[in-house]
């Protein structure tokens, strides 16, 4: 499409600047060209080309004016759209910073916390960080910001109750 569409175009200016004749004829790499003058090694096989068939009526011309003319002030318009919409932004206050979400204070643990309090915290600590691990078994490293990782107290209480 784009091939006719440059053919048509070119048809166009050679023949009405110009009018010159064109032709046509496929070179030893297999491409086809077109140009008002052959190389000598391509006249036998040039095709001279009738650029008349290409070439638009007066209506035809003042359509495609029109279709121009309204396209590039719609082009305007949504420019002036844009300009708009970005000085109301610039106008606008920036947003006030969101402040980054607090986690809940660390538990102090120490060798004076009973076993009860160290099996709750140790409950939580794994409720907080089973939404961050993997399939692979791995915890992702956002979790370390949102939770508090405490240790099994079973070595120092012995089994839960």
Not at 69 to 83: G, H, P
Not at 109 to 123: F, G, Q
Not at 136 to 145: H, I, L, V
């Amino acid at each position: 499409m784009k091939v006719r569409l440059a053919l048509v175009a070119f048809s166009l200016m050679c023949s009405t600047l110009y009018a010159a004749d064109i032709y046509r004829w496929v070179d030893e790499n297999g491409r086809t060209q077109f140009s008002d003058t052959v190389p000598e090694k391509y006249r036998k096989s040039a095709v001279k080309m009738d650029s008349r068939q290409h070439e638009l009526s007066a209506e035809q011309r003042q359509e495609a004016e029109a279709r121009a003319a309204q396209e590039k002030a719609q082009a305007a318009e949504v420019a002036q759209r844009k300009a708009r919409a970005d000085a109301e932004a610039a106008a606008k206050p920036a947003a006030p910073a969101i402040a980054p979400a607090r986690s809940k204070p660390r538990p102090v643990i120490d060798e004076n916390t009973d076993c009860a309090t160290l099996y709750r915290l140790y409950r939580e600590s794994i409720d907080c960080f089973a939404p961050y691990i993997s399939a692979t078994g791995t915890t992702k490293a956002e979790a370390f910001e949102k939770c508090t990782p405490v240790p099994d107290p079973s070595r120092k209480c012995g089994p839960a109750k």
